[in-house]
């Protein structure tokens, strides 16, 4: 058999440990990893000598704009953006306009994607108070999962009630999918934000005092509650704060079917860079006290926080500098810098390259079931490689960004490693730092190829569903 790409000469790194290998690709997929005299003939080589083959980052968080705010990030210019950051497959928030909240919309949202997409994707629905009823259709035209804001964040989607929520669970429960939640509870913000601006207050670290970690706390805390009365799946969307780990963890150990990502903002900036960086660093949940970043880290490594993401939220520079903290829109762009601020800790120390791949790669493959197919290299997997050098030293720069949102925290900062090369099923997405323009349209929904267990259900006596079709007290059946 001739394959159609041969890596030579790179070291190639599981979630366990790293070793030289060449590796052979062929329709899309690995056909064999091995020495370089075990490999098939191939149409096309590639010396891979001075780098690190990695399987491609999955980044389960980040808003692609689109359908809705084309001025901020579209599919390609958010899909290029990830296959300079070695990002292979990325999941979409459905704050986009309108709001992925039915089947019609989502086959809308699928059809533009698949149209531009350079990398993978999933679609996450939205589960609010009032499209519980659309989870059916919105899981049979193919989300990779739910999202639901019990906080109020870019978008203003409406919160649901803790009514809603335990029914949105109960109904989700069922489908082995699994819900990703912004847990901040939105009444106390709400009600600090309007003392705050009563107050005069409107400067960033306003912003702060609006969210502080009790929100992240209170919402991980019910949303556990919840979660584990109905045996439905949860995911703890950008972890923030020290004190929310505790609920994270201890319903980890009441046997929860939870998880939890963190994002390098939460882990290299603090309230102490409010001031040099103003409207840029409002995001949602808030950048917090430095003594947060410590906990985090190290929840990462025990492997409480199960892994990266990187809540990728672009705007323009006009909508990240205004005066006023209240009406900067919250978020930054990240899907291009999480792999070069992350491989710097590598290098520094702090983190095996094992340990980056399972955070980056492999426990995101496998918490929405797309493991063994995505997260590895190894035969039979998907072709997704982020090729990486992992002495480059260099500075993110703003101005150098895919993305449209050429405005983030992390202009002018030092990093070490670089993605030289990314491929998704076998194509080159960008090839020595150069978008590859005919790869295009390739990037695919990863729904089709998900395979979620499915969930244990709980109290499945006692749903919505169940109770109404109680008889009523006193009938005869
Ligand atoms: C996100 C956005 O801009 O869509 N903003 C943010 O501050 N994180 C929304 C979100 O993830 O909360
Ligand atoms: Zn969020």
Redo the contacts with the bound molecule.
């Keep these: 058999m001739i394959a159609d790409l041969v890596i030579h000469n790179g070291i190639v790194v599981s979630a366990d440990t790293t070793f030289p290998a060449s590796v052979a690709i062929k329709n899309g997929k690995i056909l064999a990893v091995g020495t370089a005299d075990s490999m098939p003939q191939a149409t096309e080589t590639l010396d891979a000598g001075g780098l690190h083959v990695l399987p491609g980052a999955i980044d389960v968080?980040v808003?692609f704009r689109d359908p809705g705010y084309p001025h901020k990030e579209d599919w390609e210019s958010g899909t290029a953006a990830a296959a300079f950051g070695g990002v292979t497959t990325v999941f979409d928030?459905p704050?986009t306009i309108p709001p992925t909240a039915n089947a019609e919309i989502l086959a809308a949202k699928h059809a533009i994607a698949s149209s531009k997409a350079y990398v993978d994707y999933g679609l996450y629905g939205l589960l609010g108070e009032d499209t519980i009823a659309q989870v059916p259709e919105l899981v049979d035209g193919g989300v990779i999962g739910f999202k639901l804001y019990m906080g109020n964040?870019?978008?203003k989607i409406p919160s649901p009630t803790t009514g809603a929520m335990l029914e949105a669970f109960e109904v989700v429960a069922p489908t082995g999918k699994r819900v990703s939640l912004?847990a901040e509870t939105n009444s106390i913000m709400e009600r600090r934000q309007a003392r705050l601006t009563a107050a005069g207050r409107s400067d960033p670290l306003a912003h702060l005092a609006a969210r502080p970690a009790v929100v992240a706390v209170e919402a991980v805390s019910r949303a556990a509650i919840l979660a584990e009365w109905t045996g439905a799946r949860i995911h703890v969307?950008?972890i923030s704060s020290a004190a929310e780990l505790l609920p994270l963890a201890a319903a980890k150990a009441r046997g929860v079917d939870i998880t939890g990502e963190t994002c390098p903002q939460y882990l290299f900036l603090s309230s102490d860079d409010y001031a040099r960086l103003g409207g840029i660093i409002r995001?949602?949940p808030p950048v917090r006290e430095q003594e947060n970043q410590a906990p985090i880290w190290n929840a990462l490594v025990d492997g409480t926080i199960d892994m990266i993401a990187t809540?990728h939220?672009p705007?323009t520079p006009e909508e990240k500098t205004r005066n006023d903290i209240w009406s900067v829109?919250?978020?930054f762009p990240g899907v291009e810098s999480q792999m070069p601020l992350m491989l710097t800790e590598v290098a520094a120390g702090r983190a095996s390259i094992s340990d980056y791949v399972r955070w980056s790669a492999v426990n995101p493959a496998k918490t929405w079931g797309l493991y063994p197919r995505k997260g590895v290299i190894q035969p039979g997997a998907d072709a997704d490689i982020a090729l990486v050098d992992l002495t480059r030293q260099w500075a993110l720069q703003d101005s150098q960004l895919q993305s449209r949102s050429k405005i983030s925290p992390w202009d002018g900062r030092k990093v070490c490693g670089l993605p030289i090369h990314t491929l998704v099923r076998g194509r080159f997405a960008m090839k020595n730092r150069e978008l590859v323009p005919a790869t295009k349209g390739w990037g695919r929904s990863v729904h089709t190829i998900q395979a979620m267990p499915p969930a244990v259900v709980r109290n499945a006596d006692q749903t919505m569903q169940a109770v109404l079709k109680a008889p009523a007290r006193g009938a005869v059946t």
Aim: charged share 10%; aromatic share 6%; glycine share 12%.
């Design positions: 968080h808003h928030m704050n964040t870019f978008g912004h969307l950008h995001l949602n809540d939220a705007h829109d919250c978020g």
